[in-house]
């Protein structure tokens, strides 16, 4: 600051100077010019004759140095030969000037450049100074302290020459885009993890600005038994996984045996009594608190008889399907297995349906409406007619048969029928024969893809196979054939309820999984819910009973231990009717009692005195019943 005073002060004194000083006018100065050459003259008045010397020499002038680089040299003084007059003539010649200082650039780093332009700059005594730099306020950039937090990012910036600056702030706040971490919302439900965020100022955010999204997980099914309950007591249970290549661990498996209650066939144990009309059935249970569990633990019983009466026959064979019926007679019918029937059907005799003779004409109807047909009689020996050579026991014969000459294809195959090609004619032999009727139609077989059927049920992975068959794949083409038979579609898949957690305050919280809600048509109570809370049976801690009468126990915190050295404890039981077993609500427990001490005798060893006092159920070597303490009286007493 100093220095920039001075520089002002030397400023302002030779601009004094100068305006002071003659000097050439600015209109004759030209840049490049040399002035020590150029003399031009101008007139001063004269205030006295001048000498001599001052006419016949030049002589410096002390102008000072103009901004152009030039100043006035006094030369000498000449004499108007018209008017007789003497004046001064003047010369303007180069000299050293250093124009003001101009800031260049801006305040940086506390400093700020100035430069300044040197008209003559060898005309001067010292090389002179172009640049400097001076103190100046300034502010560095805002910068990041920290990370984004809750929206607010800290900032500092460093300020240079802070005593010459208006604004001296060096911390602020301001506002930031603010993401939190990815967090789950819940867990990973059919196959998809749901996440969530918060973000703040999120106009100031650059990229993704979602607040939720989803992505794929490994998603075990829940487990179903693949088998029935083996004799070992084991069971094979399967599942299948949404996502699977997301697995790990153990979430990977998908078979497993786990235990299970095997209940053995019940067999009969001795013979049936015909005079009670029953009999003893044993059988072997495997994993005894399974069965348990389930509710059917039993291992013999005690049933009635099944009496089983002979086969006999109901009417007269059947000779076209050969089937004879019978029926027999049962005591006590609810006594027997569901597989006793009273009523079957054994083989008898039967005449078989006539059928072309392929040697003869290839089996076909000739064109005068004749064919040759064999047919087979079974258990001959059993028809009501069981002559080998009567003409109704024949097994070939020629017959009247429908001959159609030409037939043209009707709708397409299996339109009308499955697998079959209707067809229609004009002309007929024996029109009355012909299967088709007085329309002249018939069917054949056709290559027939039918329409997707579903097979079995629907699958814990909510899908449920559909096929369909080729019917007649002899007369199908390879593009027929090839087509795809079998799809996996998508089908309502309903889990059995399952426990979640324990049972908490007489509540069970029950879960399932709905796979496909959409395609659930069955009107059960829950509909597609996941969740429901049933009751439960819950046992709650043992606590002391406060509400008998307090005893005069001296132990801290034993007034409702009784004199027998008995406490009452009571407990609570939500839903007891969901219980397994019932369960006691009251108890007698064991605690320590003991009576407040009462003073006896003098003790002849020492100068003390004994007290008693009567404990039950205490530890001996805790709660003493005899205790020995000093008592000055007795000491008087025995040494006195």
């Not at 699977?244 to 153990?250: A, D, N, P, T, Y």
């Not at 007034?559 to 969901?578: A, F, H």
């Not at 002849?604 to 007290?611: A, I, L, M, V």
């Amino acid at each position: 600051m100093l220095i920039y005073l001075l520089i002002i002060g030397g400023m302002l004194f030779f601009a004094t100077l100068f305006l002071r000083k003659p000097r050439v006018d600015d209109t004759q100065v030209e840049e490049g010019v040399d002035y020590s050459t150029t003399v031009t003259s101008q007139k001063k008045e004269i205030t006295s004759e001048p000498t001599q010397e001052q006419i016949d020499r030049w002589k410096e002038d002390d102008t000072a140095c103009a901004s152009d680089g030039t100043r006035s040299v006094y030369a000498r003084y000449s004499v108007d030969e018209e008017t007789n007059e003497f004046s001064p003539e003047y010369e303007s010649e180069r000299c050293c000037f250093e124009k003001e200082w101009v800031k260049e650039g801006v305040c940086e780093s506390g400093l700020q450049k100035e430069v300044r332009g040197v008209l003559n700059e060898d005309l001067c005594e010292v090389e002179p100074e172009k640049e400097q730099y001076l103190d100046c306020c300034s502010y560095d950039e805002w910068k990041d302290v920290g990370e984004c937090i809750d929206g607010v990012q800290k900032q500092v910036r460093k300020i240079f020459n802070e005593e010459l600056c208006a604004d001296t702030t060096k911390e602020r706040e301001i506002p930031c885009c603010y993401k939190s971490e990815w967090k789950m919302d819940g867990g990973c439900e059919n196959g998809e993890q749901k996440y969530s965020r918060n973000i703040l100022n999120s106009y100031l955010c650059e990229g993704d600005r979602n607040v939720t999204k989803t992505e794929q997980c490994c998603f075990p099914m829940e487990w179903e038994d693949s088998a029935d309950c083996k004799s070992n007591g084991m069971k094979q249970q399967i599942r299948g996984h949404l996502n699977r290549g997301l697995c790990v661990g153990e979430d990977y498996d998908d078979i497993r045996e786990v235990p299970c209650c095997f209940r053995g066939k019940w067999e009969n144990d001795g013979e049936c009594n015909t005079t009670t009309g029953t009999i003893s059935q044993k059988r072997i249970n495997v994993n005894e608190a399974i069965c348990q569990q389930e509710g059917d633990s039993s291992v013999s019983r005690r049933i009635e008889c099944c009496e089983i009466g002979e086969w006999q026959n109901d009417g007269v064979c059947d000779e076209i399907r050969g089937i004879q019926k019978q029926t027999r007679t049962l005591k006590n019918e609810e006594a027997c297995a569901s597989d006793v029937s009273t009523t079957q059907e054994i083989p008898c005799c039967k005449r078989g349906s006539w059928t072309p003779d392929p040697s003869w004409n290839a089996g076909k109807c000739s064109f005068d409406g004749r064919i040759r047909v064999l047919r087979e009689i079974d258990m001959l020996d059993t028809c009501q007619n069981n002559d080998p050579m009567a003409s109704e026991n024949s097994m070939s014969e020629i017959q009247d048969c429908c001959y159609v000459k030409s037939w043209e294809p009707v709708g397409v195959c299996g339109e009308f029928e499955t697998g079959k090609q209707k067809f229609r004619s004009g002309q007929v032999v024996n029109r009355e024969l012909c299967e088709m009727g007085v329309d002249n139609e018939k069917l054949e077989d056709c290559c027939h893809i039918t329409d997707w059927t579903t097979d079995g049920v629907c699958k814990p992975d909510g899908l449920q196979t559909q096929k369909r068959e080729v019917i007649n794949r002899e007369l199908c083409s390879v593009r027929e054939i090839n087509q795809m038979r079998k799809r996996e579609e998508p089908c309502c898949y309903k889990t059995e309820w399952e426990k979640i957690g324990d049972c908490v305050e007489g509540e069970q919280l029950m879960g399932r999984r709905v796979l496909n809600a959409e395609l659930c048509t069955d009107d059960d109570e829950y509909g597609v819910d996941t969740r429901r809370v049933d009751k439960c049976c819950t046992v709650k801690q043992w606590v002391t009973d406060t509400s008998v009468e307090k005893t005069d126990n001296t132990l801290e915190g034993g007034e409702y231990c009784k004199s027998n050295g008995k406490l009452t404890e009571i407990r609570e039981v939500l839903n007891p009717e969901m219980c397994d077993v019932e369960y006691e609500t009251t108890r007698e427990v064991d605690c320590c009692y003991a009576t407040p001490w009462e003073s006896e005798y003098c003790v002849d060893y020492g100068p003390g005195r004994r007290y008693r006092r009567t404990t039950v159920n205490c530890d001996p070597a805790v709660y003493l019943s005899i205790e020995d303490r000093v008592d000055h009286s007795c000491t008087l007493h025995l040494y006195g």
